[in-house]
Nanobody
């Protein structure tokens, strides 16, 4: 079993910055692709950015140029640096990770989410 714990959310004014963290713990051999998703009230959960275990990144158009995803494999932690935040970035942000078990089985896990609120 793998636990993902997000942190770093909060209330920030438009134009401000936040850094989200997603720490993985539990029994696993490795963590493969990790993604940050967000879900605003009344809307579906959408991907924001992803990073492979090799460091390849992808961003949604709204995140390009403002957000940076990175990872520390030694700490099993993935970060999302968010700059130039806008009110429309307000959402619950979730971490999603694919873990490989010691039996080489791949399973996807979700964190509990962290609230990001951007005031205008």
């Amino acid at each position: 079993q793998v636990q993902l714990v997000e942190s770093g959310g909060g209330l920030v004014q438009a134009g401000g910055s936040l850094r989200l963290s997603c720490a993985a713990s539990g029994r696993f051999l490795s963590i493969k692709t990790v993604g940050w998703y967000r879900q605003a009230p009344g809307k579906q959960r959408d991907v924001v950015a992803t990073i492979t275990n090799g460091g390849t990144t992808n961003y949604t158009d709204s995140a390009k140029g403002r957000f940076t995803i990175s990872r520390d494999n030694a700490q099993n932690t993935v970060y999302l640096q968010m700059n130039s935040l806008k009110p429309e970035d307000t959402a619950v942000y979730y971490c999603n990770a694919e873990a490989v078990s010691i039996l080489l089985r791949r399973t996807t896990y979700w964190g509990q989410g962290t609230q990001v609120t951007v005031s205008s």
